[in-house]
């Protein structure tokens, strides 16, 4: 593995040469429309972002391109849980597993049965169910969350999106019922809606690599700020975002790139490099798993170049 003195001289050179080889894979996606307003995003946008173990920021592309988190947040929505509920109590609720199930699948939940884990998108409504009491206060505090971590207060949700999200959100709905009536959820609607809110958060490229170097460097900032320091959080996230972090694409993608990663189907990669960097990229053509095609190729040819998959 690459010495952390070797990734400090990483340039944007280094990068754009990468963003360069890989940017044709986005023809090879398809953007999400499913989601009424994310087909309406541009294709050919690009980004690619790196924050190196001493927490200098290299930027390349489309870096000012902002896009909604989607899935991303669902990572800072467990750490937001976890803190609060500690980690036997939340996982009370819900599983410690992987899936061979798309993001939006039903399963495990019939019969009273819990989620199988706080990626796919019904740990994801728990977990914000759970972390929520009025009106929006849990998108609230995931919002902070990301704001403290990119240490950008202009971070919010992008309101068209959020409107048709909520909207078209007919299965996160069902299961936000199921999971009501299974009693893991107790409260209203409002807690649905912040899941929509958090997922609807807008972001660069640049913030995704800022959250994770966050959880890649026992939840310690980019500029150094420790006052979320918590190793064994830290640990537990990225264990997540290994195992579930892509979807039933997971085991591929620890296979090929070796990297705590969290997609989204904005477009969205967040890859923490443990103990050493961030990688934030953008691209939104997404593979049949909803993941970033371009941003999957250039994450993988950085690893390669650098020798940075953990195994
Ligand atoms: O729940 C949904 O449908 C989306 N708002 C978020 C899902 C997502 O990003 C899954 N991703 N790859």
Redesign the pocket.
């Known amino acids: 593995q690459n010495s952390v003195k070797e990734l400090n001289k990483i340039t944007s050179k280094n990068l754009e040469s990468i963003l360069n080889n890989n940017k044709h894979w986005a023809d090879s996606g398809a953007v ?1 429309t ?2 009424p307003e994310l087909a309406k995003v541009n294709p050919n946008k690009i980004a690619f972002s790196v924050v190196k173990p001493n927490g200098d920021v290299v930027n390349v592309g489309n870096i000012d391109q902002k896009f ?7 990572i800072v929505a467990l750490f937001i849980a976890v803190k609060q509920y500690g980690e036997n109590d939340f996982f009370k609720r819900l599983g410690y597993y992987g899936t061979d199930k798309p ?2 699948h039903f399963a495990n939940l019939d019969n009273g049965g819990k989620p199988l884990n706080p990626m796919m ?1 019904a740990g ?2 728990l977990t914000t169910a759970m972390i929520s009491n009025e009106g929006e206060d849990g998108y609230l505090r995931i919002r902070d969350m990301v704001r403290y971590i990119t240490k950008n207060n202009s971070i919010d949700y992008n309101h068209a999106v959020y409107q048709s ?1 909520r909207e078209t ?1 007919h ?2 709905r069902g299961m936000f019922h199921i999971l009501k009536n299974s009693e893991l959820i107790t409260g209203e609607e409002n807690k649905l809606d912040n ?2 809110k958090q ?2 958060i807008e972001v660069t490229a640049e913030d995704l690599a800022k959250i994770g170097y966050f959880f890649a460097n026992d939840c310690v900032r980019f500029d150094g700020d420790a006052t979320y320091k918590n190793a064994d959080l830290a640990q537990l996230v990225e264990s997540q975002m290994l195992i579930a972090g ?2 039933d694409a997971s085991g591929v993608y620890a296979r090929n790139v070796g990297l705590p990663s969290k ?4 477009g969205g990669i967040a890859v923490a490099v443990p103990n050493k960097m961030g990688i934030g990229v953008y691209s939104a053509p ?1 593979d049949a ?3 970033s095609v371009a941003g999957y190729h250039m994450i993988l040819e950085l690893v390669k170049q650098y020798d940075l998959s953990i195994f």
């Open positions: 999400a499913y989601i909604t988190m989607q899935s991303i947040s669902k993001f939006n998108n994801a409504i999200e959100g299965r996160n899941y929509f997922c609807s892509m979807y997609s989204g189907v904005g997404l798993a909803g993941n």
